[in-house]
């Protein structure tokens, strides 16, 4: 039988274990100090510094006289980003949504995924546009895409953002695989292992995802219903160091949230104070039913990176995306997508786009979009409401609604539940950095035409409902 000695200082070696592995705590990061950390584990500060002396003799940190323990550059084993399946249902993390959602039936009911149903879609203009692909330069079909993409699709972009008030050229703008390579071409431009970066509260699932896979730290501030909290957001600048901030301005996702002119002001006078770099990602810019502030416009492209795709209008099987930004970053940022893809996007993918966007029935299907997304949002809203599911607010546009469940419901317990059904759906704290938001769930109103939805949905909530009312909440 182990002593009890012996026993604090396997569980403080686990803690940090665990940190290491989860990356909580990445290679040359500074472990806790002892005095601090045994007040944490609630242990003597010398079982701390024999747990310690021991992990340093099992090569996992190092001794720095007079400065600490720090994590060895051999600490983290090789990231592991996805499980094979293997039937279970896996932990119910940033990447949960995704792998539901891509990798579930093609019949399955999805009000959790992220994108809008094939028949919304601009069918017969993309089909119209692959034949002329067809009928094209050979060149489209063989060859490898230039290193800031094709030049029809930049002219259109570059027309958009002159539209907004920015002043840009040619040089300001680069095409990209999508949207999600963009922010990786910022991340590998502008952050190393163990810096931080700021995000919203909640936030876009995959940012999380995304900045898992470049062993950052990341913190957070809570969204309310005109942007970021802007005392806190100063307060985390001034406390944290972020070097970057990613968020959404327009329809925020997943809150639906639209960013006010007063809070964008205050953001970016925070940002230059701190010198922090903002990715202001765009991607719903056209669910809007009127153009909102814009952080880029409003900078000048000076501090602020906007990027965004076409995968939610368009198509999601012609993945491209964009970067514009001040020329001295865009010269970099292209260097890096040669030295990861050889290139930019493919030719195909972006003549078809630029076909598509340049015909005038782009533009009577994005006004379509807005008109049905209008009354899907007042449908689902009042069905939602019904079953005691509250919409946080209602959208000017877009197809999210950010929802609380009735008190004392978690939304990871319903997603599971429903999951068990065939349904998907994207729980709350897979957007929270400070798994705050377990009462909240994010529906795509879109998405919720099969009728089997809402009994599976009631079902799945009266599973996870407090047995008896006034039921204290798990984990509260």
């Not at 809570?222 to 806190?232: A, F, H, K, M, R």
């Not at 260097?335 to 990861?340: F, G, M, P, W």
């Not at 008109?371 to 449908?379: D, E, F």
């Amino acid at each position: 039988m182990k002593d009890r000695g012996a026993s604090r200082t396997e569980a403080v070696m686990d803690a940090i274990r665990s940190r290491i592995a989860g990356r909580a705590l990445s290679s040359g990061d500074r472990l806790p100090s002892i005095r601090s950390f045994a007040a944490a584990m609630r242990v003597s500060p010398s079982t701390v510094v024999e747990a310690y002396d021991r992990l340093a003799a099992e090569g996992l940190i190092r001794a720095r006289r007079g400065s600490g323990f720090y994590v060895a550059s051999s600490a983290l084993p090789p990231l592991t980003l996805g499980e094979e399946g293997g039937g279970r249902i896996p932990e119910v993390d940033p990447f949960w949504v995704s792998r539901q959602s891509l990798d579930a039936d093609p019949d399955a009911a999805k009000p959790g995924c992220g994108w809008l149903p094939p028949s919304w879609m601009p069918e017969a203009a993309l089909r119209r546009a692959l034949r002329n692909l067809a009928r094209g330069e050979s060149s489209l079909l063989t060859d490898y895409g230039g290193t800031r993409g094709g030049v029809a699709l930049r002219r259109l972009l570059l027309a958009r953002l002159v539209d907004e008030g920015l002043q840009v050229s040619g040089e300001n703008l680069m095409l990209t695989g999508s949207g999600t390579e963009a922010i990786d071409l910022i991340c590998r431009y502008v952050l190393r292992p163990g810096d931080t970066v700021l995000v919203d509260d909640p936030c876009y699932f995959n940012f999380r995802a995304l900045l898992r896979a470049h062993q950052v730290r990341v913190v957070s501030v809570p969204y309310t219903p005109s942007g970021p909290d802007v005392e806190l957001f100063e307060a985390v600048l001034a406390q944290e160091g972020p070097r970057l901030y990613i968020t959404n301005s327009a329809l925020h996702n997943p809150t639906g949230a639209t960013l006010s002119p007063q809070t964008a002001h205050r953001v970016l006078v925070a940002a230059a104070a701190h010198d922090v770099t903002i990715v202001e990602d765009d991607i719903f810019a056209d669910f809007e039913p009127e153009p909102s502030v814009r952080l880029a416009a409003l900078d000048g492209l000076n501090r602020v990176v906007r990027i965004g795709s076409f995968s939610k209008t368009l198509s999601a099987s012609m993945r491209c995306g964009y970067i514009a930004g001040a020329m001295e970053h865009i010269e970099t940022l292209v260097d890096l997508q040669v030295a990861t893809r050889f290139g930019g996007p493919s030719p195909m993918v972006t003549e078809v786009i630029a076909d598509v966007l340049s015909a005038g029935n782009y533009r009577k299907h994005v006004e379509e979009l807005r008109r049905r997304l209008t009354g899907a949002r007042r449908a689902v809203g009042d069905r939602l409401r019904a079953m005691g599911i509250e919409p946080w607010l209602m959208p000017r546009g877009g197809f999210y609604l950010w929802c609380r469940l009735p008190e004392g419901c978690d939304s990871t317990a319903m997603a599971r539940a429903a999951l068990a059904e065939g349904l998907v759906l994207a729980p709350g704290n897979v957007f929270s950095v400070s798994e705050s938001a377990s009462p909240f769930l994010r529906i795509n109103v879109a998405q919720c035409a099969d009728e089997r939805i809402w009994g599976i949905m009631q079902r799945s909530l009266n599973a996870c409902s407090p047995s008896e009312p006034g039921a204290a909440v798990p984990g509260r």
